[in-house]
Each structure stands twice: as C-alpha cells, then as structure tokens.
C-alpha cells in the first residue's frame, strides 16, 4: 500500500499538469486570431456577388465554389440572412507558396462573404498579412497576387 500512494499522487499531477496545458492547444488567442474586414456595398446583395464574380474572373481567377449558405439553412429548415461565400484563386499563384510551406494550403483559396444585415450589404474577407502570419511566405512574395486581391474586393464593392 505504501507504494500505492506515491503511485496514485504521481498521477493525479500528471492528469492534473496535462489538463491545465493541453498540448494541442495555442498558448495564447492571437496565434490563431485572423483580422477581417468588412465593406459596406453600395450594391444590392445579388449586384454584389455579381460584380465580384465578375471581377475575379476577369482577373484570370478561377472561382472554385460559391457556398450559399441561406439556401443550406432553408433546406434544413432554418431561416438566416443573405450569405453567400465566394471561394477564389487561382493555382498559378497559390500552388509556389503551398510548395513553399504545405500547411500554407489552410489558407488557400482565398474568400469572400457577402452578407446582407440590417438592411445593408457587406463584403468580408481575410487581411493578407494575417492570411500570411505564422506561415513561412513573406508580404513581398504576396504583394502581387494575394494582396491584389483583397483591393480588387475594395474596389468592386466601392465602386
């Protein structure tokens, strides 16, 4: 029994260690915080998407998915607002800094969500340099491409 003990007393530190750091876990909020900006649109919500469909394409981008989210609620039941996300890109861009750091691919393809809330339509999406944070790709090798796509949204939705 008396080797039980310091048995048992050794393991309730370790459980107890374990539990107040989990391994798994960030150590603070801000490794995993992304920044997002959000545009109000002077367009209707359909204009909108519209006109940044139109301008990625334009671009030479491929639009890989657009994900409706109001039209998910509906099929099960549910009611939201207007929410659709534009999933973009394009693998001339974005394949050289998946080769770079794989885990890079988290971040890949870019995104775009266009909500309507209180009567007002808004653009959101990931601010490059936090799209970057963490990951081995520095702002001068997405200077051109990535970040050029965050102020083509700037400019369809303010135009």
Known sequence: MKHILPLIAASALCISTASAHPASEPSTQNETAMTTHTL???????????????????KGMDIFAVIDHQEAAHRNGLTMQPAKVIVFGTPKAGTPL??????????????????????????????????????????????????????????????
């Open 40 to 58: 109000t649109s002077k367009y209707s919500f359909d204009e909108t998407v519209s006109r940044l469909e139109t301008a990625i394409k334009s």
């Open 98 to 159: 998946m080769v770079k750091d794989p885990a890079f691919a988290l971040q890949l393809p870019l995104r775009v969500l266009v909500t309507e809330t209180d009567g007002k339509v808004r653009a959101a999406y990931t601010d490059t340099r936090a799209l970057i944070a963490g990951s081995r790709i520095g702002f001068d090798e997405v200077a051109n491409t990535l970040a050029n796509a965050e102020k083509l949204i700037q400019k369809t939705v303010g135009e």
